[in-house]
């Protein structure tokens, strides 16, 4: 684990007032059916219990930790609070199915699949026993609350290995060599993104560079489990020269995380420009543009940033940018994916591996300590990381050659649980020919 710094006096006071204010709002929330006063009280008494939780949590955090457990769960349940307050009066539904919609929302976003399953059952549970208690008149905010905080006790007991983990906090980047510390300084990514990086970071920007890879060499990967040179030559090529090829894609989506994705990707994906995958073949037949924008920094000759954009070809609209680097550590060779967001950096740290027949694996999956996944929130002043390491996310990326085709399979997985494969068929662009 790296070293992290302690949180200054203003980030502590930060931290404490934004608590408050949540306090405040759980707190009038439920209270405030009983009238002006009666809510009053209740947000004065909700800010100070939830200042004081933030403030004791903070006192006892060691660097290196993410705030305890018990402070997390405090602080869920007070969001829920106002938000199953809200919900009610707009729908008028019973505490039956605010428990139910509270433990789906707190159970989605723990999203390890037997969590997702698990929310609406334990939400529902909640609701029903208030509903025994209080009938329908039960106060919609505390059912909420209680059914987030009874959800998230009962899958601490039942899963006990962390989903995130703080791995450092508030370190220079050059630590942290398995992140690529590259964020979106705006809302929205886009397929511009490479050309808004180029004016903060300078250099020459080039948009869809001619005979480029996501890589430089593959040489740069080897290690003691990966000799470059027993890579096929067409798989080598398609790495380091990237551009001369097109990429036919057909997504395989596993049926339980359908409506999931669905939902996060009109709520979220395609509001960031970011991570907007295609649910089906149909979609995919409106074409797909790949390009690689790159920069080249002032005085040199090698590329600094090479972005492989790949967007839907009748729109533009964006299916993912990511941002391709390689580095060295201990000997081996390692690929490193980051992927904008606001603020911050999504990194897949992926490990070389042989193929038989000559093809190339890209691995998360290893006993090394980098490769992995990293979510990583950049301070827009000082460049400083604090970086959460994703554990359960899994990834293998499979480039191969079949019958003389070039093929790829890339794999993801949660928690063990397959639930999206993207199978590539390569074809060189029509007029290239190999140069390597």
Request: glycine share 12%.
């Amino acid at each position: 684990m790296t070293d992290s710094k302690r949180p200054t006096r203003g980030q502590r006071a930060g931290g404490i007032a934004f608590a408050a204010a949540v306090g405040a709002l759980a707190g009038v929330a439920i209270a405030g059916r009983r009238g002006a006063r009666a809510a009053a009280t209740g947000g004065l008494a909700g800010a100070a219990a939830l200042a004081a939780t933030e403030a004791v949590a903070r006192a006892r955090q060691r660097p290196g930790e993410i705030p305890a457990w018990w402070s997390r769960v405090v602080m869920s349940g007070a969001l829920a609070a106002p938000a199953g307050w809200l919900g009610a009066r707009l729908t008028r539904s019973g505490p039956v199915r605010v428990g139910l919609v509270a433990g789906s929302v707190a159970g989605g976003l723990g999203l390890r699949p037997q969590k997702v399953a698990l929310g609406p059952v334990a939400g529902a549970a909640v609701g029903a026993a208030w509903r025994l208690a209080a009938g329908r008149d039960a106060p919609p905010a505390l059912v909420a609350a209680s059914a987030v905080v009874g959800f998230r006790a009962l899958s601490a007991v039942l899963f006990r290995d962390p989903q995130v983990s703080l791995l450092a906090e508030r370190v220079p980047a050059e630590d942290l060599p398995f992140v690529v510390p590259l964020e979106s300084r705006a809302g929205y990514v886009g397929t511009g993104y490479v050309k808004e990086l180029a004016e903060v970071l300078g250099g020459r920007y080039e948009a869809d560079a001619a005979d480029v890879g996501i890589v430089a060499s593959l040489d740069d990967l080897a290690g003691p489990e990966f000799d470059p040179a027993g890579v096929e030559p067409l798989v080598r090529e398609f790495y380091e020269h990237t551009t001369r090829f097109r990429l036919d894609i057909v997504p395989e989506w596993r049926l339980w995380v359908r409506p999931g994705y669905l939902l996060y990707r009109t709520l979220v994906a395609r509001r960031l420009g970011q991570a907007n995958v295609p649910m089906n073949q149909r979609e995919t037949l409106r074409g797909v543009r790949s390009r690689i924008d790159t920069i080249t920094p002032d005085g040199s000759d090698l590329i600094g940033v090479r972005g492989w954009i790949r967007s839907f070809a009748d729109t533009d609209e964006p299916i993912y940018v990511g941002i391709y680097t390689t580095y060295r550590h201990d000997g081996r060779g390692y690929v490193s994916v980051g992927f904008p967001v606001p603020q911050a950096s999504f990194t897949a740290t992926l490990l070389p591996m042989p193929r038989p027949g000559g093809g190339l694996v890209l691995t998360s999956r290893s006993g090394l300590t980098h490769p992995g996944h990293y979510l990583s929130f950049i301070d827009p002043e000082t460049r400083e990381l604090t970086t959460l390491a994703v554990h359960g996310f899994a990834e293998k990326l499979d480039v191969f050659t079949e019958d003389g085709s070039l093929r790829a399979s890339h794999a993801f997985s949660l928690y063990g649980f397959p639930f999206l494969v993207l199978h590539y068929t390569i074809h060189r662009k029509e007029g290239e020919t190999s140069r390597s």
